[in-house]
């Protein structure tokens, strides 16, 4: 893209003009991403949960009801909030190797933040800030030909028996792995969770991550910064995060502590649950806050809470993990002050997805964009001067084989396998081949547990009469013409995204046309239903 023409595509975008960045003034950037959240596991979204900072952020500033992400499992997703690019535009070593270019893209755990360091850290910290990163990466991008000498002796595999010698090599691994964020591109990493937690050391510890935050933030506070600052919390099962807060106190991603840190008073967080009414389930949820809760009370005391933007958000829904549904799958809570701008109580309903958010920054910070980088998203900041704009018309999304289209009212699912899926699906191992298409890689996933058509090559869904997506109206005469105009969508956003082929959207190599994957997935569908029957 040569330099007018990326000049143009920036002013699209929405970009302000220089006069209100410099009255505003560069601010301060928080991006706190939960993990594995549903919209009704807040008290802000109507959940019967304790998060008060949750109610504080909501009533300070902006509580977003149509926030989604583009992917549903945490590496895409994390990428894209750390890029501002939908994962089947990743060029990693990792996503190259299961996907080459010109084959089609199978966005799923294989996407890698890549080494070019065209992303949020990099670009800001060319604009002046200061970029931290806190907690959970999960997108290093893996090079197969050099692995065995990433770490060297001091990985630690999984299930391991613990030993003081290998809580030595989880500090000094620790330790690598800040370095790496930090040649990725931030200026500032510490207490790095790599990827999900593993015994020995598996238990969450938000005092650790907090720690962190409040450290950067302190260093910082006479700087522009930004913060990506991501909790462990709330990955399931809800049992565990009782266990490691009772239990758990010492372990953190660096091991096992000498001492507790003490930031949350735990004993505090269970009998605050029990006043509430609510149980050992909910105590991740509050537990969560209170860590939100040590970030906003240190802005206020260093005074800088008023050109700060604390972003509260998850990286996807739970219950539909894995699928492109709206409902607890694409949809996400999405939380958003800044005193200096956005005004208390805001609300707003229209469409934004996490690619949003990295335009956002650059803009704000008065950022230039490298003429190489790659960016899908769109400036928030309309959105933040008059919460009834909407920044677009429609949300993509993508899950490994499926895609998806989303506007106010439609929600349109495709799934077309590679023809290597479908040999797979018809091989000897075909039961293997079974988990692996309804694994969370696969588009599918828990979805099949609460939506009656979910195994259709084609579903379309009538939000404004079925919130819920539970009757596909792909087939009804009626809709034939909104059909045709999601399917048209589609096809043009898989245009616009570079050279890779979708099923017979843009056909190409190795793709398959909807009949061929509806055999694929009656055979999806007979296997779950004899999963059901042995289950029960």
């Known amino acids: 893209m040569n330099s007018s023409l990326l000049t143009l595509f920036f002013f699209s975008l929405g970009f302000l003009s220089p006069s209100f960045g410099e009255s505003i003034g560069k601010p301060n950037v928080i991006v706190f991403l939960v993990d594995d959240y549903d919209k009704p596991e807040t008290s802000p979204y109507g959940g019967k949960v304790l998060t008060p900072n949750l109610d504080r952020l909501a009533k300070e500033g902006m509580i977003c009801h149509n926030a989604h992400v583009t992917s549903t499992v945490c590496t895409p997703s994390r990428y894209t909030f750390l890029t501002g690019r939908y994962a089947s535009s990743s060029h990693s070593n990792t996503f190259l190797e299961e996907c080459p270019e010109g084959t089609q893209a199978l966005p799923a755990f294989n996407v ?8 949020v850290g990099r670009v800001l910290a060319d604009a002046g800030y200061a970029t931290g990163f806190v907690g959970k ?37 620790e330790k690598l792995q800040r370095d790496l964020v930090k040649k990725n591109g931030f200026t500032w990493a510490k207490n790095i969770y790599w990827g999900s937690l593993k015994s020995p050391f598996k238990g969450h510890n938000p005092d650790w991550t907090a720690q962190a935050a409040l450290e950067f933030i302190e260093e910082h506070k006479d700087q522009p910064f930004y913060l990506h600052c991501c909790s462990t919390l709330l ?34 967080v269970w009998k605050r649950i029990q006043k509430a009414g609510l149980t050992e389930a909910e105590v991740g949820y509050l537990w969560m806050d209170e860590s939100l809760g040590l970030i906003l009370d240190k802005l206020d005391s260093l005074g800088i809470a008023d050109n700060t933007i604390v972003v509260f958000v998850s990286d996807h829904g739970s219950e539909r993990k894995g699928s492109l549904i709206k409902t607890r799958g694409t949809e996400i809570p999405c939380l958003i002050r800044w005193p200096k701008v956005i005004k208390p109580g805001s609300v707003s309903h229209g469409l934004l997805q996490n690619t949003d958010f990295v335009p956002t920054w650059f803009e704000l910070a008065g950022a230039k964009i490298p003429e190489e980088y790659h960016m899908d998203g769109k400036s928030l900041v309309p959105m933040f001067e008059d919460p009834s ?11 490994g084989a499926a895609r998806a289209i989303k506007t106010d009212t ?77 399917k048209a969508i589609l096809t043009r956003k898989v245009k616009e995204l570079g050279p890779r082929p979708y099923g017979d959207f843009v056909p190409g190599k190795g793709t398959s046309d909807a009949e061929a994957s509806k055999k694929v997935l009656d055979q999806l569908a007979a296997y779950h239903a004899k999963e059901g029957k042995k289950k029960k």
């Open 410 to 486: 439609l929600e349109y699912l495709s799934i077309r396998y590679t023809d290597e899926q479908i040999a797979m699906a018809q091989s000897k191992r075909s039961d293997r081949a079974y988990k692996t298409l309804l694994g969370l890689s696969s588009g599918i996933s828990r979805a099949r547990y609460f939506h009656p058509d979910i195994f259709s090559a084609d579903q379309l869904y009538d939000l404004s009469k079925d919130p819920n997506s539970q009757k596909n109206v792909a087939k009804d005469s009626s809709y034939a013409g909104q059909l045709k105009k999601m």
């Open 137 to 173: 990466y999960h997108v290093h991008d893996t090079d197969h030909s050099k692995e065995a000498s990433l770490f060297g002796d001091l990985d630690v595999p999984k299930n391991a028996e613990y030993s003081e010698k290998l809580n030595k090599r989880k500090f000094k691994l």
């Open 389 to 399: 704009v909407s920044v677009r018309e429609f949300i993509y999304a993508e899950q």
């Open 235 to 268: 990955h399931g099962p809800n049992g565990e995060w009782f266990k490691s807060m009772m239990e758990k106190e010492l372990v953190t991603g660096e091991g096992f502590l000498k001492k507790p840190l003490g930031l949350i008073d735990r004993e505090s």
């Open 112 to 119: 890698g933040l890549e080494s070019d360091r065209m992303n």
